[in-house]
């Protein structure tokens, strides 16, 4: 199976959205370590209807208009890493989950480790909000985009959810 891809100016620097034909597959960070997400072969297509439609909804969610995305997503991934996914997608705009708050939602409460190495491996930054998963005490940890574009994203949500800028998600 090959995907299609496009590259997507952002203010959190170039986003490569790929997509398959069942839906959006991808969104890697400019700087992104090419073996944390494995896809087939990629075939450059701007017009392709995902991928379309998902840098409209990005541009809205960075202009602060769009607090839900509602693209079709294609995750790839073992079934562990599907749960947390799938789990990351029910965080609420401008709130905050942990790794063990995650761990116990998909009923392993004792993989917080692994809950984090999923986090890591996610495919679709952004609109599978791992950037909304911290530390058990509040901490930023580790984000493929960096730390600067984790507090970034958090800032944007804080903002949209009318937080006041010094309180915490």
């Given amino acids: ?16 959205v790929i997509a398959s034909d069942r839906g959006l597959s991808a969104i890697l960070w400019e700087n992104d370590d090419p073996a944390r997400v494995r896809l087939g072969p990629l075939v450059e297509d701007p017009s392709h209807p995902v991928l379309l439609e998902t840098e409209r909804q990005l541009a809205a969610y ?12 294609d995750f790839q991934g073992t079934a562990f890493q599907k749960s947390v ?19 116990r939602q998909i009923g392993r409460p004792g993989a917080s480790r692994a809950v984090g190495a999923a986090n890591g491996k996610n495919p679709i930054s952004i609109i599978a909000p791992c950037h909304r998963v911290i530390g058990s005490a509040g ?24 937080a006041s800028p010094g309180q915490l998600l």
């Fill in 1 to 16: 199976m090959s995907y299609a891809f496009t590259t997507v100016a952002s203010p959190v620097g170039a986003l490569t």
């Fill in 62 to 73: 960075f202009a602060g208009t769009l607090k839900a995305f509602a693209v079709p997503l």
């Fill in 85 to 103: 996914w799938a789990a990351l997608l029910t965080i609420p705009f401008g709130e905050t989950r942990s790794y063990g708050d995650i761990a």
């Fill in 139 to 162: 901490a930023l940890t580790g984000f493929a985009g960096g730390l600067d574009i984790k507090r970034h994203l958090l800032g944007l949500e804080r903002a949209g959810a009318g």
